[in-house]
């Protein structure tokens, strides 16, 4: 299940990345409220940087087990992804913080996870989020998903390790608060 398609909400649409998003990606993460809840973005965040994940998501999208789209409303606002794919794969996610509270991120992860679990084989979506991100863990729990425990993961922007709280989505759960 590769990102060559696209996925479309009533507001954003998800879609392959490009080369010339570079720039927004950038514009998004210079923003520190951003880059600071994300485990494997590095802070600052320049353009050198935004290319040369760009040059690697285009080489992997082949071959790779992440799935990664941009959140595009009139141009590229954040991304959406999924690591590791198989029966439990991991979402991630960003918004530039202009677009915060609009909903857009809850329009997108839940088409995703619909998207994810229309494939037979996904049994459970894992998220989590940094302690004290109650923006994200909200969007989590609105679709369903519920903390399963907590751990300690690396955040690349502070260069340290922080609390992280663990969540998942199961198959059942996801079509249950469907019905």
């Known amino acids: 299940m590769l990102p060559e398609k696209t996925i479309r909400t009533e507001s954003v649409l998800l ?18 409220e951003v880059t600071r809840w994300l485990a494997r973005v590095p802070y600052p965040y320049d353009l050198d940087e935004a290319e040369r994940f760009l040059a690697w998501e285009r080489m992997q999208r082949p071959v790779s087990a992440e799935q990664v789209y941009a959140i595009d409303r009139d141009g590229m606002i954040g991304l959406i992804s999924l690591r590791a794919a198989g029966s439990r794969p991991i979402l991630g996610y960003w ?48 679709q369903g998903f519920e903390i399963i425990g907590r751990s300690v993961q690396h955040n690349l922007a502070l260069g340290r390790d922080l609390a992280h709280i663990d969540t998942a989505l199961t198959r059942a759960r996801h079509y249950e608060l469907k019905t």
Not at 15 to 31: E, N, Q, T, W, Y
Not at 101 to 125: H, N, Q, W
Request: hydrophobic share 40%; net charge negative; aromatic share 8%.
């Open 15 to 32: 879609r392959p990345l490009r080369p010339g998003d570079g720039p927004a990606i950038v514009a998004g993460l210079s923003d520190y």
């Open 95 to 142: 918004l530039a913080q202009a677009h915060w509270g609009k909903r857009y991120m809850s329009e997108a992860v839940a088409a995703l996870v619909d998207d994810t679990f229309a494939d037979p084989s996904v049994t459970e979506i894992q998220s989590g989020v940094f302690e004290g991100n109650e923006r994200s863990l909200a969007i989590q729990k609105r």
